[in-house]
């Protein structure tokens, strides 16, 4: 079997994956979020933090229930790790510097996931297991429930009334998050995974001097760093770690674990507004510019020709030689495409325009399928806008899921994309100017710039994943882009709660045949063209300074 | 509902209307597309450049933030050519700058300098008239200058004299020539009492003596509102327009972000950057296009509602216009023609045709009105009875019809015929000592039922008393108000026929015209709840309306179209006047709201796609020397990187100027569904904003390329 055609073989296997969870996942979480019923294990954790699940909240209360809640989390993980030295179950790591553990603390909390350390030489059992795998379940839930947040905002007229942010919290960690994690854990461990809290073991190299191992709960926070879109890995390879990611079946099911619940969550959006069709418009949306860039990915890796490239059948340095070329290049798109920043391949070492694709894929906001949450919210907005457009097109002031898109709406909608953009650009441009960041850069020119223009689009969006090569622990490095981390997480939730809460007080205007289809599939086209021109077109001029100039070098 | 309806409806006839609606033909069959084009003239744009260099005031420039930023950056760049005057690019791209900037101005100062001519007609108009105002008593009466007429002052108006003000006619009858607003010559009649007791400062009576109730304080009548509407001083941004901004703003950030971060990449990579180049990049990618062209698009959406004589109050009402989900429109005049015409003759068994018509055709000779000449016009065409005249019989005596009597005929020859509503005719019948057969009663109640007016004929001869037959009498629909309804469902507009007929009579009537919904014996308390019923579901409803009892709805109804012949109360509370008082262009209204809304989309569309281009020119031009990798990129292959950054922002500027016609013509405006449109709309504006421009600049640089020393 040649390489392509396995990597093909291997989209198609994941796609039919996808395509039966979809279903009965999007409908069962419609269903947790929709309904009254509160589990035993849920109100005691109600009882526990004094909250009261069944008041509704309008969107300033939600929005604080958000930040409070993660500044609580940023605190108690920025804590842990500056006294890991005196906690037991350490391993006997010392405690973390002040601004890297600023760093991690952001990181963990706003679903990047982005490591200046190296895990198994920085990080304890406690920081690991009850510090970051702990903010692996709960950002992503975070994320979950400001989108269905934004999805109650369509679907209902008239309050203004958003949820209890509480309960959407609990609910999907406690009965979408946790159960899938569990099961994925152990298939992860069938796989052979580790799952332990052994000590660190001295290990015998073939080529003699020996090497360090350390063990962990390793399987189950690979289940809900790939489900979470979360992205932390236990080790410093990340999933090219044979103890995270041993087999190629191993990576086959992570990138389906990324992908499962970005995806489904259109489902859940068709359903709690009333319209599947809608739903699938914004998932043909997502699952156009899924394939386009996966397609793009594998013909830019498999065309890197050269003697030593063809014998691996195309661009092999970086890459797993159990994952090949397809599986890395489908990874490597699903993690960025989406707010994972998981790796399986180092994505420094793919071809210029491969480097290309992967910040190109965030820089869309990853929003195809994007993060838990955030992608749905993320494509609602880019929806907003182009059915602003579109929408005056057929000569109506515009309206989406029956909700007029008028000054308020486009205001908030306009604010949330001009953060992300805004955060890269002026943080990149800091690095470039200033004397010191700079000296953080492994390789020199074009492939330079793109360590560092890499590493803030990582940030920005939520990403986490690295262009290896730069030496993100420094003061500089782990300062500003704890900032964005957190800027490019929480502003954005600001905008998305306002204009949830804005939606929800209109009441719902009828369709008729004057009324713009947002269901059809012209809409998706001009949807995917509207993302590509307006969120794509900004990063041009950077783009081609980095992994433009690069790849078109030969 | 309408009092003058009403009294159509309950009386068989009555006066003819004071002025007929103005056209009948609905206004969309005609051949030129469907919201027709105002001419653009390139000489005004010549006309307009002092008003354009005018407008470069920073203050005025700041309300459209994306040519503020052009304008910003026209100063930038030609500081920095003169610091480096020997460099011909910088100055190039200086002054191709300022003329982006003034592109932009000039598109929005013809769009005004339009309405400017209009203004001055009107001004004309309102030459300082002198009021005879009388006095609290009524007794005596004293000259004062029109301007210091106050509210609730009585003035007298008599033949030759100009209207000192608006106001309401309360004694008198008087024909008016209101031709000053509404370019209309024939004169109208305003009476005290009724739905035409309004008149208009400015406009001129003919005949007759009226006491006018002055209802406007001076500065703020009719004929000034209207030219501040026309100038485009009352202009307030439209919640669209505003939101547009909004857009157009923050996609602005975005590519200042871009670009302003451009010189620490470009160092690095080992090339400087000029401020001429910056400003160049920066202008070409934000949205300039419609940037431009925003304010002259709303401006002409306006206009183009004044062309076709109708006055929106607001800039929100035109485009609530386009949103419009259900259109209430009222039977009598909008739907039908004015008057029922007879359609048939109908006899009784041991009746000829011929003999009914016969005896219809001589009974309704002294009937003046519509419906009674009508009778004689089908006797004629259908049963080729020569038209008589009341001369021709002599000792006749004639029965003119009255709205007492609901009867008309005459007594010839020893016989009496006589002809009217069914109720009249059978007393009559009775009266002479005659027999109404059944047949006769079933007939008139089949008429009825089918929606029509049956009117009975009755003879009383050497037989005796008896019915001949009856008359169908229909309302008869305009021609194409079919096909029209048909257009305005596939737009997603319901229609509903509002009516005073009864639930029978509306039914036939609805389904011949096509309507999708109707409400019979409409009282205007029916009609308010109509409305808001349907606002409840989210719709917008527009209607029109004319009479004192129609104000409440008109207020309510999210676009309120009153009649200019109504009362003031109507015309207050509407948010639109139509001069030519013509129910049938609530359907022209909507489709300009639709129609300005679509062009402000398309140019959107078309200025972002336009940026694709840009890029391919420009990022080579600036970084092919280092990377010379990027010169795959420069698929134009344009000549040279100073040709290529100039030909993108000469592009940028020329397309201003190419579009200016469109912005004020409106894009094209088909009643098709939203896919339809969206399909076209996208294929024309998306795509073609897309390519246009790469060929654009390929010609530019094509051009540049020949002139020596550059290329």
Known sequence: ?554 | MTTRIEKQEDTVSTTTPTRAPHSDVPTGHKDEGRVGAGLFDPKQLLKSLPDACRKLDPRVMVKSPVMFVVLVGSVLTTVFSFKDPGDWFGWAISAWLWLTVIFANLAEAVAEGRGKAQADTLRKAKTDTVARRLSKDGGSEDQVPGTELRVGDLVVCEAGDIIPGDGDVVEGVASVDESAITGESAPVIRESGGDRSAVTGGTKVLSDRIVIKITTKPGETFIDRMIALVEGAARQKTPNEIALNILLASLTIVFLLAVATLPPFADYAGTHLTMVVLVALLVCLIPTTIGALLSAIGIAGMDRLVQRNVLAMSGRAVEAAGDVSTLLLDKTGTITLGNRQASEFVPVSGTTDAVLADAAQLSSLADETPEGRSIVVLAKEKYGLRERSQGELSGAEWIAFTAQTRMSGVDVDGRKIRKGAAGSVMAWVREQGGEVSEDADTLANRISEAGGTPLLVAIEDSEGARVLGVIHLKDVVKDGMRERFDELRRMGIKTVMITGDNPLTAKAIADEAGVDDFLAEATPEDKMALIKREQAGGKLVAMTGDGTNDAPALAQADVGVAMNTGTSAAKEAGNMVDLDSNPTKLIEIVEIGKQLLITRGALTTFSIANDVAKYFAIIPALFAAVYPGLDKLNIMQLSSPDSAILSAVIFNALIIIALVPLALRGVQYRPVSADKLLRRNLGIYGLGGLIAPFIGIKIIDLIISLIPGIG
């Open chain 1, 1 to 554: 079997m040649s390489p392509v055609l396995a990597g093909v073989l291997q989209m198609v296997a994941l796609i039919a994956a996808l395509a039966l969870a979809y279903r009965p996942l999007g409908d069962y979480m419609a269903k947790v979020y929709s309904s009254d019923k509160h589990l035993r294990v849920e109100k005691w954790i109600y009882k526990g933090i004094g909250a009261n699940p069944n008041t509704e909240m309008r969107w300033p209360a939600y929005l604080r229930g958000v930040l409070a809640f993660s500044a609580v989390s940023v605190l108690f993980l920025y804590l842990l790790q500056r006294f890991q030295g005196s906690l037991p179950g350490s391993l006997g790591f010392s405690s973390i510097d002040p601004d890297q553990a600023f760093n991690t603390a952001a990181s963990f909390v706003s679903n990047t996931n982005w490591q200046s350390y190296y895990g198994e030489q920085a990080m304890g059992h406690v920081v690991q297991t009850g510090g970051l795998a702990v903010q692996n379940f709960l950002s992503a839930s975070v994320g979950i429930a400001v989108a269905v947040a934004l999805v109650r905002g369509f679907a209902r007229s008239r309050t203004g009334e958003l949820g209890n942010f509480w309960s959407d919290l609990v609910r999907g960690t406690v009965r979408i998050l946790l159960p899938i994690s569990v099961i994925a854990a152990i298939v992860l461990v069938a796989c052979g995974a580790i799952q332990n809290f052994s000590g660190i073991h001295e290990v015998g190299q073939f080529t003699g001097g020996s090497q360090q191992w350390n063990g962990g709960a390793v399987a189950s926070q690979e289940a809900i760093k790939e489900l979470g879109t979360n992205g932390g890995g236990y080790f410093n390879a990340n999933s090219a770690h044979p103890f995270e990611n041993p087999n190629a079946f191993s990576n086959l099911f992570e990138i389906f674990l990324i992908l499962l619940i970005p995806f489904a969550l259109t489902r859940t959006f068709g359903r709690m507004v009333g319209s599947l069709k809608q739903g699938y418009a914004i998932l043909a949306t997502m699952v156009t510019i899924w394939i386009g860039f996966t397609a793009l990915m594998m013909w830019t890796e498999f065309a890197h020709h050269g003697p030593a490239f063809d014998i691996a059948g195309g661009a092999m340095e970086g890459k797993e030689t159990r994952f090949g070329v397809g599986a890395s290049s489908i990874f490597a798109v699903a993690t960025t495409l989406t707010s994972t920043g998981a790796v399986d391949s180092f994505h420094s070492s793919f071809t210029g325009l491969g480097g290309g694709i992967t910040m190109l894929g965030m820089q869309l906001g990853e929003i195809a399928p994007g993060g838990t949450g955030s992608g749905l919210y993320g494509m609602l907005i880019m929806a907003i806008i182009a059915v602003f457009i579109a929408g005056l097109m057929v000569g109506r002031t515009p309206e989406y899921l029956g909700k007029k898109i008028g000054t308020r709406e486009i205001k908030f909608a306009a604010c949330y994309i001009l953060i992300t953009p805004a955060l890269v650009l002026v943080f990149t441009a800091a690095a470039m100017a200033l004397p010191t960041p700079g000296n953080s850069m492994t390789n020199s020119g074009a492939h330079g710039f793109s360590e560092i223009l890499y590493a803030y689009t990582s940030a920005s969006n939520n990403n986490g994943s690295a262009f290896a090569g730069l030496n993100a622990d420094t003061q500089w490095f782990n300062s500003t882009l704890g900032l964005a981390m957190l800027l490019g997480r929480f502003l954005p939730m600001v905008f998305v709660l306002a204009l949830a809460g804005s939606l929800a007080e209109q009441k719902p205007v009828p369709a008729t045949a004057g009324t713009l289809r947002t269901e059809k599939p012209l809409f998706t086209g001009l949807l995917v063209g509207a993302i590509l021109i307006i969120t794509g077109l900004t990063y041009f001029p950077a783009l081609a300074l980095g992994p433009l100039a690069e790849g078109l070098a030969s």
